[in-house]
């Protein structure tokens, strides 16, 4: 009885030590020696593998991060600028701090403002749609609605609104990763400047046709009449094939515009309420 | 039994209403719309402007390098606009819009009834005849006819194939036209031949057209070196591969073309056009088009300017049934969905199919429950039930491994499949992705 | 015309063909052999029968509706179809309980926690019919006698099947002459005059469902017929080399669960291969388990036993037994 359980003991034991032995000369020789910086950078990363950054996953990142020479071409749009900061500090720099982003969708037609002409009744998906037609309402620019750049976000920061039939972006989650903005076939989509608290201006439409068209298929285009780019103090607003576009780097927030266009085109988003006659007028688009 | 090609396929309700109605010539229509982009390849270059004075006949379109087709006036009179126009996908695309006035024809065209059967031009002056006519595939393709007879240096064509399956269900046009324009059509396959330098055809025609297959094979007697063959009913049959399969059993290879195997498919319609452009001076301005739908008061064939409105069309086959919603440019398997009625006809149109609210809408769908008629249906021996898991999943680099692209959407997945899934709407969807992958590829 | 027009993709015409129709289909094919079990079994079968179905769809609309809450789909039939499928594979006496946990099982674990209709690895009414002839072993092998029981439940007179009489007698040494006075002529087996699972008996009014289904393109001849043709020559063999040790192979075609498991539970979609090379392989490989448990098992039968191991081959013949793509024999030759 003792032997067998002195043999059972020895074999397992030398057993168990030969392995070991494997082991460690099977990690010796593939033994990857890898900048132990990638590791420190990958740790103060969000984590979240959104490839907003342009790289496969937040691991690619910090491998281009530490090798690079120019750390400020290089920008983690979820973790922002306290990211930034503390990676840079990993490698014993500093970076410049950017302004916070977030996608903003630029189209406001809902039902009631741009009426439906045809049914789409296919497999959910604005890609497939836009490959087969223009969209279901006489706007070919126009959001169809079908939910490609919910199906992207990683941070369920983007919802269809079940009235307006529109994307809408939830400021507290988006972290401006930009997926939404690749993902959507009819680029409608863009990042924009955040803004101090949030406030900022922007075209809700990309509508390049001509006025009447563009009136006709939807009562809140852009219908390029140029007035903004009159009114604007600060040439921030360009007028190119029929439809206004607002340099949100060069817009000083000033409204002008906004209470100008004809259509309704222009939102303001986070201003407190108008306390003149338009009051509420840009916000609530319905209204118009 | 009769031939056939060996995988997949499936045999949807043929509903060919039209098929007994002789071809009428539509009146003319008070404007028409010619879109300078008819067929596959560069857009054509506009060389009339607004104002200017046309004749039927003569050319308002340049085609725009070798892979382009001319277009001409299809009607005479002013141009009033040339100005993007909806396209029957409902983006806007140049097109030239022509006021009609009179009918007058370009004095080179021999517009006389008599059948010309002797062939003077040669292979060269065949092909640039067809490439000055401006034609394109008849069967819905619209790829230049010019361009697939200029065989590639070291390629050599043994054997003309053509095509008068008309395999989808509703369309009647290429049948009536073999009915209609039998000799005619044979002087165009001999022109084909010629201009390919081979010395057999073969007509491959779907059983379902007993009449055609008789006319033909007894004219057929009279020139040498065409024949024509009876073929089983079987969805898509009229696919290229499909056909040359079921008639001579070789297989174009994964990714090649029929030239690679010897052979050069044509359309019926497209034999009888290149009759017109050599024999007749005529280019290609008119085609027949199947006007056919359950509720259609009267399901017509109809020779039809280029460029008129869908509407007139409808409206000469009886007017829109009250209960249409959903208008198809083509044949219910592949045709395209229209967002207005007012799209004009084009090269390509080859039926315009009006579906009552009943049958315009997909019925709701149900899990995968993996009973294999898709892999059984697809006559390329893909595997749909993978292809949209992968498409819904975004592996689109998987796809491409999967042979996604020699899929050529003809639809018999999702026509079989029990749930309802739209396979081949994913399939589409893939197909694109993993094109682009291939093209970041190469760059 | 004031409504919309509708824009799709292509094809904008359907077979009409649905799962509903499909599984309506398969039932419609199982009564030829429901109508021969209750003239051979009577109430018995009509009991379990009946208990077994409403029990499946019962679970189904529960676990969908309370558990997973999702809107519950049990109007699709395959609820009903694993129900039949699970009363025909037992005996036509089992007592209410067990029919009861074997659909709880059938439709609970085997169905419902793969993720329901089209994941399952594993054909639920058969995996319910194995775990149940696991737990309760007597009960599930007590073989009402036909005719005899007609009028009888629970208390039905019982007696072994054909092929427990061989297996038996094989045993204790007798030679198949021996064994086969006490065994019904080839005939009265192919009409089903035997003990068996309540369904599985009549391989007449099973081929006659298999007819239906040919006809109405619910399922292809593959899996079935390669099934048939496997256990036919491997038995051919055996029988050949000794018939005094080895039944024919027509007694082992027309006995226990070779007609309906054949027919009915390997050509469930979801737990067989997608392509037609793969079906004959997944028929094969059935054919030849089944020979192997009958010849050399423990078990009697091994009809079960076979299609839910090659169940578990199916994924691993769906990835490596393509269908042969057009186009690719050329490509290779040229």
């Not at chain 2, 009915?179 to 031949?193: D, F, P, S």
């Not at chain 3, 769809?57 to 039949?84: C, H, M, R």
């Not at chain 3, 979801?270 to 028929?283: A, D, E, N, W, Y």
């Amino acid at each position: 009885m003792n032997s067998i359980i002195i043999t059972a003991v020895l074999v397992l034991s030398l057993l168990g030590v030969a392995l070991a032995i494997v082991l460690y000369l099977v990690a010796q020789k593939f033994k990857v020696i890898e900048d132990p910086r990638i590791d420190l950078v990958e740790a103060v990363l969000p984590g979240a593998n959104c490839g907003g950054c342009g790289y496969p996953g937040c691991r690619g990142f910090a491998e281009a991060f530490v090798k690079t020479d120019d750390i400020g071409s290089l920008f983690c749009p979820v973790g922002g600028n306290d990211t930034m900061a503390k990676a840079a500090e990993v490698l014993g720099q500093t970076v410049e701090a950017k302004d916070p982003m977030i996608a903003v969708v630029r189209c406001s037609g809902s039902p009631e403002l741009r009426k439906r002409v045809v049914e789409y009744d296919g497999a959910s998906s604005c890609k497939l749609a836009t490959a087969l037609y223009s969209g279901d309402t006489g706007c070919q620019y126009g959001c169809l609605g079908l939910g490609d750049c919910v199906a992207v976000c990683k941070f369920d920061a983007i919802h269809i609104d079940p009235v307006t039939l529109l994307p809408v972006v939830d400021e507290e989650k988006c972290t401006a990763c930009g997926a939404c903005v690749k993902a959507c076939p009819k680029f409608i989509i863009e990042l924009r400047k955040k803004g101090p608290k949030g406030k900022r201006i922007f075209v809700s439409c990309i509508n390049k046709d001509k006025g009447g068209p563009a009136r006709k298929a939807c009562q809140v285009a852009c219908i390029g009449c140029g007035k903004c780019v009159k009114v604007c103090p600060h040439d921030a607003i360009t007028l190119e094939n029929n439809l206004a576009y607002i340099d949100y780097n060069k817009c000083k927030l000033c409204r002008k515009c906004v209470e100008e266009c004809p259509t309704g085109a222009i939102l303001e988003i986070n201003f407190p309420p108008r306390k003149q006659k338009v009051e509420g007028q840009a916000m609530n688009v319905e209204s118009n | 039994m009769l031939k056939t090609f060996a995988k997949g396929g499936v045999h949807p309700p043929e509903n060919k209403f039209s098929a007994n109605r002789p071809i009428e010539v539509l009146s003319l229509p008070a404007k028409v719309t010619i879109p300078v982009s008819q067929h596959i390849g560069a857009p054509a270059t506009i060389v009339v402007s607004k104002g200017d004075k046309v004749k039927v006949g003569q050319l308002i379109a340049q085609g725009a390098g070798f892979v382009s087709a001319n277009i001409h006036s299809s009607v005479s009179g002013t141009v009033e606009s040339i100005e993007p126009v909806l396209d029957s996908s409902g983006y806007k695309r140049p097109a030239i819009t022509i006021a009609v006035e009179g009918d007058e024809w370009e004095p080179t065209i021999d517009r006389s009834p008599e059948l010309k059967r002797h062939i003077d031009a040669d292979a060269q002056t065949i092909i640039k005849k067809i490439a000055e006519a401006g034609i394109v595939g008849l069967g819905g393709a619209t790829f230049p006819s010019h361009v697939k007879l200029s065989v590639p240096a070291g390629k050599k064509a043994d054997v003309l194939i053509i095509n008068g399956v008309e395999c989808e269900p509703y369309l009647t046009s290429d049948h009536r036209l073999m009915l209609e324009k039998g000799h005619e059509l044979m002087v165009g396959i001999q022109l084909l031949m010629r201009a390919l330098n081979v010395d057999k055809a073969l007509v491959g025609i779907e059983n379902n057209k007993p009449d055609a297959i008789k006319y033909l094979s007894e004219i057929a007697k009279e020139y040498p070196g065409i024949t024509a063959h009876a073929l089983k009913v079987k969805y898509p049959q009229g696919g290229e591969k499909q056909l040359i399969k079921a008639l001579i059993n070789r297989e174009v290879p994964s990714g090649g073309l029929p030239i690679d195997i010897g052979a050069v498919v044509h359309n019926v319609g497209t034999a009888y056009a290149v009759y017109e452009a050599v024999q007749k001076n005529k280019p290609l301005f008119e085609r027949v088009v199947t006007v056919t739908g359950k509720n259609l008061p009267k399901p017509s064939n109809f020779l039809v300017r280029i460029g008129t409105p869908v509407s007139e069309l409808i409206a000469a086959a009886g007017g829109l049934p009250d209960d249409t919603a959903k208008v198809v440019n083509g044949g219910p398997m592949m045709g395209k969905a229209v967002t207005d009625i007012t799209v004009p006809v084009t090269k390509g149109t080859s039926g315009i199919i009006v579906f009552p609210a009943a049958e315009s809408k997909r019925k709701a769908e149900s899990v995968c429950i993996r009973c294999a008629k898709c892999v059984s249906a697809c006559p390329m021996g893909l595997e749909p039930y993978l292809l949209i898991r992968m498409s819904q999943r975004m592996m689109f680099d998987k796809m491409e491994h999967e042979r996604v692209l020699d899929c050529m959407e003809c639809g018999s997945c999702s026509f079989e499949c029990p749930a309802n899934l739209p396979l081949l709407d994913y399939i589409r969807l893939g197909k694109t992705e993993v094109n682009k992958i291939i093209r970041a590829r190469k760059n | 015309m004031d409504s919309k027009l509708v824009v799709s993709p292509s094809p904008h015409v359907h077979s009409g063909e649905s799962t509903r129709r499909l599984m309506f289909n398969v039932v419609l094919a199982l009564m030829p052999a429901f109508a021969v079990s209750l003239y051979y079994f009577g109430i018995g079968a009509l009991f379990v029968t009946l208990l077994s179905i409403l029990s499946c769809v019962l679970f189904e609309y529960l676990i969908q509706k309370f558990i997973l809450k999702v809107q519950p789909t049990i109007t699709d039939g395959s609820a009903i179809v694993t129900g039949l499928l699970f009363a025909f594979n037992v005996p036509s006496n089992l007592p209410w309980y067990i029919v009861v946990t074997g659909s709880l099982f059938a439709i609970g674990v085997a169905k419902m926690s793969f993720g329901g209709l089209g994941s399952n690895p594993f054909n639920p009414a058969l995996a319910a019919r194995v775990f149940m002839l696991i737990s309760f072993p007597v009960q599930m092998t007590s073989w009402p006698l036909p005719i005899e029981s007609r009028l009888k439940y629970i208390d039905a007179v019982t007696g072994p099947t054909p092929l427990a009489i061989l297996k038996e007698g094989l045993k204790k040494g007798d030679t198949i002459s021996q064994i086969a006075d006490q065994i019904p002529s080839h005939l009265q087996l192919f009409m089903g005059v035997m003990g068996g699972s309540l369904g599985e008996i009549s391989a007449l009014a099973l081929l006659i469902g298999f007819a239906w289904l040919l006809y109405k393109k619910v399922i292809t001849w593959r899996i079935p017929i390669s099934i048939f043709a496997t256990i036919f020559v491997f038995t051919g063999i055996l029988w050949l080399i000794n018939p005094e040790q080895n039944a024919d192979p027509i007694f082992h075609l027309v006995t226990g669960g070779v007609m309906i498991g054949a027919i009915y539970m390997a050509t469930d979609y979801v737990t067989s291969p997608m392509h037609p090379k793969g079906m004959l392989i997944f028929g094969l490989g059935i054919g030849l388990l089944t020979v192997i448990i009958r010849v050399w098992g423990a078990y009697p039968e091994g009809v079960s036993f076979a299609i839910l191991i090659m169940n578990a081959f199916v994924p691993l013949i769906n990835r490596y037994v393509k269908p042969k793509r057009f186009g690719e024999e050329v490509k290779r030759n040229g």
